[in-house]
C-alpha cells in the first residue's frame, strides 16, 4: 500500500498562485506514475500533469501547459505542483495519485490523496 497526504490548497483570485504538495509512504518501491487530477464542479476528473518517478518524464494538459510546474523529491518522496497565473476554470479539487503504471489515465491510478480545494476568485 501506499499512502498519500496532500497540502496546499484554498483560495486566490485570478492571476495568482498557490503551490500543493503531496508526501507519500509506505511501499513506494513499487510507484511508476505519479500525477495530479482535479475535478471541478459538475465535471469528470481530469488529467492534469503525469509524471515518471524514476525518470525525467512529464506530461502536462494542455489547459495547464506553461503556468503549472511539477517538482520531485526523491529524498523526501514528495511531489510538488506549483500553479501560476491561475483562472477561475482551475478551480476545482485537486488530487494526488500514484500507480505501479505510468498512465494519463486517472482509473488506472491505485492511490490518491484525500484531495484539497483549489478555488480562483475573479
Known amino acids: 500500500q501506499v499512502q498519500l497526504v496532500e497540502s496546499g490548497g484554498g483560495l486566490v483570485q485570478a492571476g495568482g498562485s498557490l503551490r500543493l504538495s503531496c508526501a507519500a509512504s509506505?511501499?513506494?518501491?513499487?510507484?511508476?506514475?505519479v500525477g495530479w487530477f482535479r475535478q471541478g464542479p459538475g465535471k469528470e476528473r481530469e488529467f492534469v500533469v503525469v509524471?515518471?518517478?524514476?525518470?525525467?518524464?512529464?506530461a502536462y494538459a494542455d489547459s495547464v501547459k506553461g503556468r503549472f510546474t511539477m517538482f520531485k523529491d526523491y529524498a523526501k518522496n514528495t511531489v510538488s505542483l506549483q500553479m501560476n497565473s491561475l483562472k477561475p476554470e482551475d478551480t476545482a479539487v485537486y488530487y494526488c495519485?500514484?500507480?505501479?503504471?505510468?498512465?494519463?489515465?486517472?482509473?488506472?491510478?491505485?492511490?490518491w490523496g484525500q484531495g484539497t480545494q483549489v478555488t480562483v476568485s475573479s
Open positions: 509506505g511501499r513506494t518501491f513499487n510507484v511508476r506514475g
Open positions: 495519485a500514484a500507480s505501479t503504471a505510468y498512465s494519463y489515465n486517472w482509473s488506472d491510478y491505485e492511490y
Open positions: 509524471t515518471r518517478w524514476t525518470a525525467d518524464s512529464t
